[in-house]
């Protein structure tokens, strides 16, 4: 009730759209938002919320227990606006370690999934790490279907720092992957684009189970001539002649 703009942009997109698209939305993972909170604006080392974890992990544990159910909401709160899909974007991912993001993260991004689980046990989930790289082994047990009783995200995205083959060869054959073109080779040639739309196709597997995009978003002042031949690149590509 507090975010009427976002229910009413929902609808109005699910009304005017219908079955012929589908709606994303989009919200922050625990983490992320905990450590803009705590940071306070974007930062390139994020150490006061690192500094937390060990100087007083009581309270790391108390935010993240708070974003955690927030976030849990919100995802419920967008699929009954309208949206189809929830991606969930854990855009500092890359600033932990992997022993970090086991220890303070990967056991809240359990339970999140747990809580929407409950409230929406079908609804589509995405996933996306930002430096998913050092940590694709245990991050694997939070999309793969026989991990925590089945209560999984669906489809797990990745960056453009880690080769697609790798994270297929990690998840395995029955696993939704999305990614993960550099966004800079958008400031490329014609031709770059599109092989490395190829090239990204032919390392996801050719079962189909992926989810062609970027390995983030795409950059300021990228031509937008570029977005577009990606974009035909992708309608051109038949995975079984590739």
């Not at 992320?32 to 306070?40: F, H, K, M, R, W």
């Not at 797990?156 to 999305?178: F, H, K, P, T």
Request: net charge negative; hydrophobic share 45%.
């Amino acid at each position: 009730n507090k975010l009427p703009f976002v229910r009413e942009t929902l609808s109005s997109l699910q009304t005017e759209v219908g079955a012929a698209s589908t709606i994303l939305g989009f919200v922050g993972c625990p983490f992320t938002l905990a450590a803009y909170a705590v940071e306070g604006r974007s930062s390139k080392e994020i150490r006061h919320v690192k500094a937390m974890m060990y100087t007083d992990p009581a309270l790391f544990e108390r935010l993240m227990e708070i974003m955690t159910k927030m976030v849990a909401q919100y995802v419920v709160f967008q699929l009954d606006s309208g949206a189809d899909v929830v991606q969930l974007f854990e855009s500092w991912a890359h600033h932990l370690t992997p022993a970090q993001y086991e220890r303070f993260v990967l056991p809240w991004m359990r339970k999140l999934v747990g809580m929407i689980r409950k409230e929406r046990p079908n609804a589509p989930l995405v996933l996306f790490l930002n430096g998913v790289g050092g940590k694709l082994e245990m991050v694997s047990g939070l999309v793969r279907a026989e991990e925590q009783n089945g209560l999984v995200y669906d489809a797990l995205a990745v960056d453009w720092g880690v080769r697609m083959a790798q994270v297929r060869n990690v998840v395995g054959d029955d696993v939704v992957i999305q990614g993960n073109v550099d966004p800079a080779v958008l400031f490329g040639s014609e031709e770059s684009v599109r092989e490395s739309v190829r090239e990204c196709v032919r390392e996801s597997g050719l079962g189909g189970r992926h989810v062609l995009n970027l390995g983030h978003g795409v950059m300021q002042g990228t031509p937008e001539l570029r977005v577009a031949q990606l974009c035909d690149e992708v309608r051109n590509c038949v995975y079984a002649n590739m």
